[in-house]
């Protein structure tokens, strides 16, 4: 059977308080020394009893793990640093992005005819050369793309024809045997 939970509080008893002190800095530190010796960890302990009185656990050197611990909480804080920084970046590159867009869409109006008003006469002419010229790959992408057509279909046109040549020869060939066999036939029942 198990201890009944105590309520943590503050001991109000001074005696046993300093009792309580006393057992649970030994259990404290028991913990410590585990902790060190099945882990591997490097574990640093201090404690200050309410009087002032310094209790400590150190596995290693306790500096050298507090310095150890001061370069790590500085490293944090500059790893802070660099995710603003990060941040920062990210938001300039999304500010870009969004700019970017705009010009494309609006670029993507004055090529379909909507927004005109806002261009210049030079922007005008600027814009009705870059559809000529687009006018001129379509129209060459699709003449390239019927003389393929045109080329296949003729290819196609052959193969019939001599599939047909093949399919009369073949018809031929049978109404000879059948006229062969009508011929024949009745020399065979007499």
């Known amino acids: 059977m198990g201890r009944g939970k105590i309520e943590i509080k503050r001991i109000e008893n001074t005696t046993n308080r300093q009792v309580t002190f006393c057992k649970r800095r030994n259990g404290l530190l028991k913990k410590a020394y585990e902790l060190s010796v099945l882990c591997d960890a490097e574990v640093a302990l201090i ?24 370069k790590a909480c500085s490293d944090h804080s500059s ?11 990210y938001q300039q590159e999304s500010a870009k992005l969004r700019q970017q867009i705009q010009m ?31 006018i001129t790959r379509i129209r060459s992408k699709k003449h390239e793309m019927l ?11 052959i193969e019939l024809e001599n599939e047909n040549l093949c399919l009369r020869t073949k018809i031929t060939d049978v109404e000879r045997i059948q006229q062969v066999n009508m011929v024949s036939g009745p020399e065979l029942n007499a």
């Open 47 to 70: 404690v200050f009893s309410s009087r002032g009185r310094l209790y400590e656990y150190s596995n290693n050197n306790i500096r050298s793990t507090i310095e150890r611990y001061k």
């Open 79 to 89: 790893a802070s640093t660099t995710t603003e920084i990060d941040a920062q970046y």
């Open 104 to 134: 494309l869409q609006n670029s993507n109006r004055h090529l379909m005819g909507d927004a005109l008003s806002t261009l210049t006469v030079e922007e005008l002419k600027q814009l009705e050369n870059r559809l000529e010229r687009g």
């Open 147 to 157: 003389l393929a057509e045109i080329e296949y279909f003729q290819k196609r046109e």
